[in-house]
C-alpha cells in the first residue's frame, strides 16, 4: 500500500499534465526556482505577467506542487487584488496575508502575536483621530483624508503630506496645506514620554506604521521558524508568498513590500520566495525592481503568450469539439487566449455560438475596477486601432485627451504590453465590439466609419 500512493499521485499529475496545455516549460522553470535553482540571498522573487485571461493564476497554482512545497518546508501565504480592490489600507491587506498563512498552521491563534497587536494599535490610533476630528467639526474631506491616507499608510507618518499633495491633485493648494496641518496636528499622533516608556510598539506604530508592521511581521516568522510552538522540528522553515492580481496590490501594499518589507527578509534568519502575478511588467510598479532589487528578481520573469494553434485544437479535443470549423472559428475568436477558449467552448453547449449574453459578461468582467466614466473610455477605445492623443479626441471629442491618455497608460487590464503602439489587446476589442454593435449598431457604424476601423460583426477578428 505505501508504493500505491505515489503511483496514484503520479498518474493525477500525468493526466493534469496532459489537460494542461502549452505551458510545459513555464511549469518547468517555476518547479527549478521553487527548488531554490538560482537562488541568491534570502529572498527570491518570481514575475507571472500577462493579459487578464492568459492563464497567469491556473499557471501559478499548477506549478506550486503541495508536495514539493512540503517537502522544501515552506509556509504559504496568499492575497490577490481582486479580493477587494476599494480596499486602500495596507494593513487590512497585511491582515488577509497573515490570515492565509495562520490558516495553515495546526494552532493559528497563536501565531502572529506581535503583528495583531501592531494590526490592533493601528486600528486603534486611526479611530481615535478619526474621533477626535469629529469631536473638532473637522469636515467630511478632513476625515476622509486621514481614513484614506493615514490608513494606506504608504511610507509613515513623516511623508503623509507629500502623498496627500500627490494624490488629492483635485483639491487646491490651500485646500490641501488646510487638510493636512488638521490631521497631522491631532493629538492621536502625537507621541508623550509615557508612551514612549510604556508602550513603545504602540508609539511606532503612530510614527512609522509601515515600518513597526514589517518589523513585526518577520519577527514573528523568525519566531514561528526558530521555536515551532514548542516543536523540536517545526514544519516550516521557509515562507512562500503569493501575490495575485498586483496590479489591484502595487499602490498601496507594493510600497510596503518594496520600502520595507523585502529589505528586511533580505536580513531574516530565514529564506523567502515572492510570486508576484500581474498584468503588467512587474519593473513597471516600482523603479526599485530595477534597482536595489534586481538581484530579487534577476531573470525569474514568466511573461506569458496566448496559446499556439495545435494548443488550442488540443483543448477542444478534451472537450470532444473536433470539427475543424468550428476549432477555427474558436482560435479566432479567442486569440490563443485560454479563457476565452473555455468561455467558448462552453457557448457550444447549448446553442453552439457565442450568445450575447456571453459578450455582456466578458465586458462586465473587464471593466470590474474602472469607474462608470473610465468603462465609457473603455469601451470607445475600442474603436481606435491606435490610442494616441489624436485617436482618442475622436471618439471621445469631449473629453480631456491628455487625461484619457494617461489613464490608459496606467490601465494594464486592457492595454497591450507587447505591441510598438498603444492599443487595447486585440482579444478584448473583438469582445467589446461585438457587445457594442449588440445594443447600438447604429452608433457603432457612425464610430468605426470616423476612426477608419476596418473591421465590422461577421469579419475576421485578425484585422483587430
Known amino acids: 500500500m505505501p508504493a500505491a500512493e505515489p503511483r496514484a499521485r ?60 512540503a517537502a522544501r518546508g515552506y509556509l504559504r501565504a496568499d492575497v490577490a487584488g481582486q479580493d477587494d480592490p476599494a480596499d486602500t489600507s495596507v494593513f487590512s491587506w497585511v491582515e488577509r496575508l497573515v490570515g492565509s498563512a495562520a490558516a495553515r498552521l495546526d494552532d493559528p491563534g497563536a501565531a502572529f502575536a506581535r503583528t495583531r497587536r501592531v494590526l490592533a494599535y493601528h486600528h486603534e490610533i486611526l479611530s481615535a483621530l478619526e474621533s477626535e476630528l469629529r469631536t473638532a467639526h473637522a469636515g467630511e474631506e478632513q476625515i476622509g483624508a486621514a481614513r484614506a491616507f493615514f490608513g494606506a499608510a504608504r511610507l509613515g507618518v513623516g511623508t503623509l503630506r507629500r502623498d496627500l499633495k500627490a494624490l488629492a491633485s483635485n483639491q487646491a ?49 523568525e519566531q514561528l521558524f526558530d521555536a515551532g510552538f514548542g516543536r523540536e522540528s517545526p514544519a516550516h522553515g521557509r515562507l ?43 519593473r513597471m510598479t516600482d523603479g526599485a525592481w530595477e534597482g536595489s532589487l534586481a538581484p530579487v528578481l534577476a531573470e525569474r520573469r514568466v511573461v506569458l503568450r496566448p496559446l499556439h494553434a495545435d494548443d488550442v485544437t488540443q483543448l477542444c479535443a478534451a472537450r470532444s469539439v473536433d470539427d475543424p470549423a468550428t476549432v477555427t472559428r474558436i482560435l479566432e475568436e479567442s486569440h490563443g487566449y485560454p479563457w476565452l477558449v473555455d468561455i467558448l467552448l462552453d457557448d457550444l453547449g447549448t446553442t453552439g455560438k457565442s450568445p450575447v449574453t456571453s459578450y455582456h459578461r466578458f465586458v462586465r468582467r473587464m471593466a470590474r475596477f474602472m469607474t462608470e466614466v473610465e468603462r465609457r473610455w473603455f469601451e470607445a477605445l475600442c474603436f481606435l486601432d491606435a490610442v494616441s492623443y489624436a485617436t482618442i479626441a475622436t471618439v471621445l471629442p469631449d473629453t480631456d485627451r491628455e487625461l484619457v491618455m494617461s489613464w490608459f497608460i496606467d490601465e494594464q487590464s486592457i492595454r497591450s504590453f507587447d505591441a510598438d503602439i498603444w492599443k487595447v489587446w486585440p482579444y478584448i476589442r473583438h469582445r467589446v465590439l461585438l457587445y457594442r454593435w449588440s445594443i447600438d449598431p447604429d452608433g457603432c457604424e457612425v464610430l468605426a466609419d470616423t476612426t477608419g476601423m476596418r473591421w465590422r460583426p461577421g469579419r475576421s477578428a485578425s484585422l483587430l
Not at 516608556?197 to 509601515?210: A, F, H, I, Q, W
Not at 496590479?247 to 510596503?256: A, D, Y
Not at 520566495?273 to 500581474?278: A, N, P, Q
Open 240 to 282: 512562500l508568498i503569493v501575490l495575485d492580481d498586483y496590479e489591484g496590490l502595487s499602490t498601496v501594499l507594493g510600497r510596503m513590500l518594496v520600502g520595507e518589507l523585502v529589505p528586511r527578509l533580505r536580513d531574516a534568519t530565514f529564506e523567502t520566495l515572492l510570486v508576484v502575478i500581474g498584468r503588467d511588467d512587474i
Open 10 to 69: 503520479a498518474e493525477r499529475r500525468g493526466a493534469d499534465e496532459r489537460a494542461f496545455v502549452g505551458r510545459k516549460n513555464d511549469v518547468e522553470r517555476i518547479r527549478d526556482w521553487v527548488r531554490g535553482h538560482g537562488w541568491v540571498g534570502k529572498v527570491t522573487a518570481i514575475s507571472i505577467e500577462g493579459p487578464g485571461g492568459i492563464g497567469k493564476s491556473t499557471l501559478c497554482e499548477h506549478a506550486l506542487e503541495p508536495e514539493e512545497l
Open 173 to 221: 493648494r490651500e485646500d490641501v496645506e488646510r487638510i493636512w496641518k488638521t490631521i497631522r496636528s491631532a493629538a492621536a499622533l502625537q507621541s508623550r514620554r509615557w508612551d514612549q516608556l510604556m508602550r513603545p510598539l504602540k508609539n511606532d506604530v503612530r510614527r512609522t506604521p509601515m515600518r513597526a508592521l514589517a518589523r513585526s511581521l518577520v519577527l514573528d516568522i
